[in-house]
């Protein structure tokens, strides 16, 4: 999943390709460049988000450029390995969409022949190739070169020499040429340049593209003209970007029976009763560990709560959960203690930071992200990736519970080789947390009912959600999620804090959101219920199926399945999640892009 | 010539409950892979640019399936209230400018035929089949290899010659689907009577394969023709004292325990786990995530994702539908059956067994009856018989 760009015409090419690249960012990325003709080519490449790239560049006044966001799935991601790439000659830029199945044999040619490799990329060698057979005229070159290759790719590439041309060519991999006056463009989709143009022409395989400010030439791979016909492009792009969901968001929060099965597969084995990490995450967990310390941010740092419950519970390892802008400075710090580190995008400065520091005091370190090739991987001693695919809505969902499972799988390895449960037990949770995905689709089945609630809370000024034990942390995250999404004011405490301070905010109008599951706590929340409906204020419990008695004791109820006791958080976070969202649609706010917020924090 | 197809997948598929109860019919599983993927597949081979899709019903479950379908422009075009077929080709009218060709979503067919009927010369063309049951759909009496005249399912036996649905039109078509459907008609087979009427010619061409899924059991017998013609592959753990005859195609993360015995055509998903000593017999898919314990036989069945098999069970000729639980010694008897569905009763002449919705939870030792359709999140306590359809979210004790 990469994004390209190509821009020709008479607007500054630095602007436009930023501007276009960060249109494409929903498709997740974890590096990004462009390259521009302002008389000589100049290179600009950055791992992380698109504003890296940014400040990098100068402001430069030439009119032609191609850019690239990169989403590694295979591979590291580093800064020679993003694109665009260029010829030794460094006159020639491309950027490539796809896969070069040939590109071990043709490095390999190329080598001889005197070409200098920078990167492990294979799209470097188209790069290499062209310059290879480059006469003066780009499309030439293009067409010389691609008959070597094999495989699938889109490729759009520039010529120092040809200052005013852009080509590009489509072979299983989608290009798109944006027409425009005294202007064009190539994107790999639509969302590229919609700003800009809303008339473009579609390419099919095996044809290639000629476009200079006032002209769109297109030939196929004999170099014999082809006639197309402009389109209008009238339909709303984004939404099938979105698969007809309103917003990702939404979109994300109905993934997560997959994602959560995405966690499980390949990691345990109901036959063998095993689960399994990647070798470096083994040898850690078998290491002598007297402590764990988990730093994190935001979403992630709620995680890393529940994981302290969750790891405490089956293993008697202490567990810190420590803010990661805090345990930077003032965490403690023991060389048998495993400093587990949750970041999603793997670059969160903070956490980096404490990763870091963690290393520097001799501290075993383990992350859990989903990025690969993320700087967090390469700096921590193990990681494991939470396999959620790119979450694109500011307000974390999917990655959240893929997080909290990971954590789940941890407890219960650590578990297993502290001997602290035996097979059975292992069995009957394995068998359990295949159970998951099928409550979380229970629930989004339920969402109706959820809609319902949302109406009663959209005109709140204030909400406080409460919970007792693991639930604790959800009313956090409930309460993240619905401050960030809707603006409303919204808090979450430990349900037996209330009477020590926060019952003097509450008010008739101040609804608050408990979270009750039938444990060893149960008594305790309903007590609580009882407290705050004394001070008049609505209650609305998130109570499980076979909770008869609840409806006695709260105002509203929205329930989630249960069939044992592992781990009904996921079913809890995924209500949360659909309350937050439906208020904050009701309230018509921009949910996908809250004000002030971005995806991935990259700033300390 | 032809560049843009029309595929109508918006319906619910009522008769196809309870498995169209959480996705539309056109997304159900054939060898693991959804219905109208063989459609988009057969397209796209036979030459046609650009694909849209006329949707409704749970239509996010189409798109977000199709988001990185490669190689081909789809464009998605809602329609809200399902009311006919010729409706829903009315709801593309302003993306169709030159002649095009309009299919369903649930009907397989092959590229070739679709091939010929994008080149067929004439303005009107129509891809038909002969049937042994043609009174279920509408029947073409054929002239000249013009169709004089279409029958809707009639009650007597007027002709053998049945119509795909697969048509070659021209864009006037748009104005005479307007007329009719401002005169209540709105399937697309009462505008094409109306065009005979009027004196058009609409040329017929023989489809070579085609196969429609109209009730639950043709998922089955859909699945054996269709498993046959999937690529193989290997990826996954198979233990060593696996026995794997014909092509077997396993997903990736699968496991596949020592002394299973697995004979193809079969497809076998991602993330599942088999065995010990289970067996798989031939015409038998099953989906990703799903776990089928020791001596557990399965064959000619549609296992669908996440579904989980104890041990001892004997599943045969039958639907297992996602995220069921079935415990162990679970027996499916497979065999003739007259089968209640949407008020009516249909005779089976091929062997059927369960037919079995979503999110079933089945104790130990429970018998199915040959043909009997159980809805999704039932649960049924142990040792029971099965003996009539249960209806959905219903407990059997």
Not at chain 1, 173 to 181: H, K, N, R, T
Not at chain 1, 351 to 356: F, G, Y
Not at chain 2, 363 to 384: A, L, N, T, Y
Request: charged share 25%.
């Amino acid at each position: 999943m990469c994004g390209i760009i190509g821009y020709v015409g008479f607007r500054e090419a630095r602007t436009v390709l930023l501007e276009s690249l960060k249109r494409l960012d929903y498709r997740g990325y974890d590096s990004a460049g462009v390259a521009i003709i302002d008389k000589k080519l100049s290179l600009y490449k950055e791992i992380g988000e698109i504003a890296n790239v940014e400040k990098k560049i100068p402001p430069l006044k030439g009119t032609t450029g191609i850019g690239h966001t990169r989403w590694a799935t295979h591979g590291g991601v580093t800064k020679e390995n993003a694109h665009p790439h260029l010829s030794c000659n460094k006159k020639i830029a491309i950027v490539h969409n796809g896969i070069i199945e040939n590109h071990i044999k043709l490095r390999e040619g190329l080598k001889k022949k005197g070409h200098r490799f920078l990167s492990q990329t294979d799209s470097e060698v188209i790069a290499h190739l062209i310059d290879d057979v480059y006469k003066g005229n780009l499309e030439d070159a293009l067409i010389t070169a691609i008959k070597k290759i094999k495989g699938s790719y889109s490729i759009v590439a520039i010529s120092q020499d040809e200052p005013e041309k852009i080509v590009g060519i489509r072979n299983e991999s989608p290009l798109v040429i944006g027409v425009g006056d005294s202007e064009n463009f190539l994107g790999s989709d639509i969302t590229a340049f919609l700003k800009y143009t809303n008339r473009v022409m579609f390419l099919n395989d095996g044809e290639l593209c000629v476009i200079t400010p006032n002209a769109i030439q297109i030939l196929d791979i004999n170099k014999k003209p082809i006639k197309k016909k402009e389109e209008l492009i009238t339909w709303d792009v984004a939404d099938a970007e979105k698969s007809g969901f309103p917003h990702f968001m939404l979109k994300e929060i109905y993934d997560q029976p997959d994602t959560i099965h995405h966690v499980l597969r390949g990691r345990i084995s109901e036959m063998d009763e095993t689960i399994s990490f990647p070798e470096p995450v083994e040898k850690l967990l078998k290491s002598d560990i007297n402590t764990i310390h988990i730093v994190a941010c935001g979403t992630s740092f709620y995680a890393g709560l529940i994981g302290k419950y969750l790891i405490e519970q089956l293993t008697n390892i202490p567990v810190f959960t420590e803010l990661a802008s805090e345990y930077r400075y003032f965490g403690s710090r023991n060389e048998s203690s495993l400093v587990i580190a949750i970041t999603q995008s793997g670059e969160t400065a903070d956490t980096l930071a404490a990763l870091r520091e963690a290393q520097a005091s001799g501290c075993k370190t383990l992350v859990i992200t989903n990025v690969i090739g993320s700087t967090a991987t390469r700096l921590a001693d193990g990681y494991i990736l939470q396999q959620s695919g790119p979450e694109i809505g500011v307000a974390a969902t999917k990655t959240f519970t893929s997080q909290i499972m990971v954590l789940y799988l941890l407890s219960l390895k650590i578990a297993l080789l502290q001997k602290k449960i035996g097979s059975d037990e292992l069995y009957n949770n394995l068998f359990h947390l295949k159970a998951l995905p099928r409550h979380v689709r229970d629930v989004l089945e339920r969402s109706d009912d959820i809609i319902t609630i949302a109406k009663e809370l959209k005109d709140a000024k204030s909400v406080f959600f409460i919970g007792r034990g693991i639930n604790y942390p959800l009313s956090l995250e409930g309460a993240l999620k619905l401050k960030e999404i809707s603006y409303i004011h919204a808090e979450g405490f430990a349900a037996g804090e209330l009477k020590h301070g926060p019952f003097a905010l509450l008010t008739k109008e101040t609804p608050v959101v408990a979270i009750v599951t039938q444990d060893e706590t149960y008594e305790k929340i309903l007590a609580n219920i009882g407290e705050i409906k004394a001070r008049g204020s609505p209650v609305i419990a998130i109570a499980e199926d076979k909770d008869t008695d609840i409806e006695n004791h709260a105002d509203y109820v929205l329930r989630f399945p249960v069939s044992s006791h592992v781990l009904p958080s996921i079913a809890i976070t995924v209500v949360l999640q659909l309350l937050a969202y439906h208020v904050a649609d009701l309230r018509k706010c921009p949910i996908d892009k809250p004000r002030n917020l971005a995806k991935s924090v990259t700033v300390e | 010539m032809i560049k843009k197809a029309v595929i109508l997948a918006a319906g619910e598929g009522k008769r196809l409950r309870p498995f169209t109860e959480t996705m539309p019919k056109v997304m159900l599983p054939i060898a693991n892979k959804p219905l109208l993927e063989y459609v988009f597949d057969a397209v796209k081979k036979s030459g046609i640019e650009e694909i849209i899709v006329v949707v409704g019903y749970k239509k996010e479950v189409i798109m977000e399936h199709f988001k990185d379908y490669k190689n081909i422009k789809i464009t998605y075009i809602t329609q809200d209230r399902q009311l006919g077929t010729a409706h829903a080709l009315l709801q593309v009218k302003k993306h169709i400018k030159d002649p095009f060709i309009v299919l369903a979503g649930d009907n397989i067919i092959d590229a070739a035929s679709i091939s010929k009927l994008i080149k067929d010369p004439s303005e009107y063309a129509l891809l038909i089949k002969e049937h042994p049951h043609p009174s279920k759909y509408g029947v073409v009496i054929v002239e000249n290899r013009n169709i004089s005249r279409i029958v809707e399912k009639p009650k007597e036996d007027i002709g053998k010659y049945i119509s795909t649905g697969i048509y070659k039109l021209p864009r006037s078509v748009f104005n005479d689907i307007e007329r009719c459907t401002s005169e209540g008609a709105h399937a697309l087979s009462s505008v094409i009577q109306s065009l005979i009427e009027k004196g058009k010619h609409i040329n017929t061409l023989l489809a070579k394969s085609w196969m429609d899924v109209v009730y639950p059991w043709d998922l089955i017998t859909v699945n054996e023709a269709m498993i046959q013609t999937t690529s193989e592959y290997t990826s996954g753990t198979i233990e060593k004292g696996v026995t794997i005859k014909g092509p077997v195609s396993i997903g990736k993360d699968t496991k596949i325990y020592a002394g299973c015995y697995i004979v193809g055509p079969a497809v076998i998903g991602d993330g599942c786990e088999i065995g010990p000593h289970a067996c798989i017999f031939p015409s038998t898919s099953i989906g990703n995530n799903t776990v089928v314990h020791p001596f557990s036989e399965i064959r000619s069945s549609v296992i669908m994702d996440d579904v989980h098999i104890a041990s001892s069970a004997h599943i045969s000729h039958s639907i297992i539908g996602k995220g069921c639980i079935i415990g162990d010694n679970f027996s499916t008897i497979s065999g003739k059956a007259i089968i209640e569905i949407d008020n009516e009763f249909k005779k089976l002449e091929t062997p059927i067994g369960t037919m079995m919705g979503e999110d079933c939870i089945v104790e130990s030792h429970v018998v199915v009856d040959p043909g009997k359709i159980i809805g999704r999140k039932c649960k049924i306590s142990p040792m029971k018989q099965i003996r009539k359809n249960i209806p959905s979210e219903t407990k059997v004790m």
